[in-house]
């Protein structure tokens, strides 16, 4: 298996513009997860579904932002509009179990200027 | 929210020498996860160790618990410059149903 796949590594985009990043999961892993990574406030769980259905959204920060996972093998995070406050490392990890060993993603780097 | 901190903040030792690196976390849990993020990439899962065990060995790599002091350590021994990364522990609440990553501390093993 090629690990957790995220797409695109490197997203530059203009305050007000819609961006989606994209994943897929090790294959036969039922629980997906998306986290955001800042100096400030560390390494943040955004949303996390199991068997393709959001468990909890807690994590997301406001209405710009949209997560779906329309099969097991690829899910989206959309944020629209962007802000530059929205400008981090995002993540995407997958796992067996909620609490067992994650497997990330190398990381989607949003700059939104 | 945070539930484990990690201590130090920042690390820096000679290669060769043994790094220790401490996290505490502030309710019950079922297990403990420390995983290892290299510059520029995603984190990688190191071990894990259930909240009934006290100790856990991976090569290099040792983890202690006590969860009477809400504490974990991590060893990593004879350190090599490769070991160079941050290190974060991960801890699940009971009854949350969700992995919670601290604040990390980054390890610089000096050639």
């Known amino acids: 298996d090629a690990g957790v796949i995220q797409s695109p590594r490197h997203e530059v985009t203009e305050m007000g513009q819609e961006v989606t990043l994209r994943c897929k999961p090790i294959s036969g892993h039922d629980y997906l997860f998306w986290y955001r990574q800042t100096m400030m406030r560390g390494l943040e769980l955004l949303i996390y579904f199991n068997n393709n259905v959001p468990i909890d959204d807690s994590g997301m920060p406001e209405d710009r932002f949209s997560a779906k996972m329309p099969n097991a093998s690829f899910s989206t995070l959309k944020i629209q509009p962007s802000e530059p406050r929205d400008s981090a490392v995002y993540f995407c990890a997958s796992s067996f179990a909620v609490n067992y060993g994650y497997t990330f993603g190398s990381g989607t780097r949003l700059t939104v200027v | 929210s945070q539930q484990g901190e990690e201590d130090p903040q920042a690390l820096s030792i000679q290669e060769g020498e043994n790094a220790t690196m401490n996290c505490s976390y502030k309710t019950s849990i079922n297990n403990l996860q420390w995983y290892r993020q290299n510059s520029g990439r995603g984190l990688v899962h190191l071990i894990l160790?259930?909240?009934?065990?006290r100790e856990k060995h991976s090569g290099r790599l040792r983890v202690t618990l006590d969860t009477s002091k809400k504490s974990s350590s991590l060893l990593i021994t004879a350190s090599r410059a490769a070991d160079t990364a941050s290190y974060f522990c991960?801890?699940?609440?009971?009854?949350?149903?969700?992995?919670?990553f601290g604040q990390g501390t980054r390890l610089t093993i000096n050639p």
């Open positions: 160790i259930r909240s009934n065990e």
């Open positions: 991960a801890t699940d609440e009971r009854g949350a149903q969700k992995l919670v």
